[in-house]
Nanobody
Framework: VQLVESGGGLVQPGGSLRLSCAASGSIFSISQMGWYRQAPGNQRELVAA???????NYADSVKGRFTISRDNARYTVYLQMNSLKPEDTAVYYC????????????WGQGTQVTVSS
C-alpha cells in the first residue's frame, strides 16, 4: 500500500489549508485513516482519525478547526485545516490502519505545513 500526501505549504495565521492523502489499494475502504503530525523536537501525535464507517475523533488542540473526511470511491482522505496557528506548524503524515492481526500500518512520506506571518 502506498500513501501519497499533498496540499501542504506556507500559510499565514488564521488561514486554511486542505491536505489530501491518496491510497493505492482498495484496502483503503476497510481501513481506519489518520492524520498525524510531528514538529521539530516533538513526538509524532495524532491529529484526527476516521473509521471505515465515518466515525471521527480529533486531538483537543484542533477540535472545531480541523475536519477529517474520506472518499472511499477515490481512496482518498482529507484534512481541512482552518484558523491555522503557528503551533500547527509540523510535518503532517497520513496513516492507514487496516486492522490486521499483525498490527501492520502504513505511512505516507509527510507534507510540511508552516504557519507563519
Amino acid at each position: 500500500v502506498q500513501l501519497v500526501e499533498s496540499g501542504g505549504g506556507l500559510v499565514q495565521p488564521g488561514g486554511s489549508l486542505r491536505l489530501s492523502c491518496a491510497a493505492s489499494g482498495s484496502i483503503f475502504s476497510i481501513s481506519q485513516m489518520g492524520w498525524y503530525r510531528q514538529a521539530p523536537g516533538n513526538q509524532r501525535e495524532l491529529v484526527a482519525a476516521i473509521t471505515s464507517g465515518g466515525v471521527t475523533n480529533y486531538a483537543d488542540s484542533v477540535k472545531g478547526r480541523f475536519t477529517i473526511s474520506r472518499d472511499n470511491a477515490r481512496y482518498t482522505v482529507y484534512l481541512q485545516m482552518n484558523s491555522l496557528k503557528p503551533e500547527d506548524t509540523a510535518v503532517y503524515y497520513c496513516n492507514l490502519d487496516p486492522g490486521l492481526a499483525s498490527g501492520i500500518k502504513y505511512w505516507g512520506q509527510g507534507t510540511q505545513v508552516t504557519v507563519s506571518s
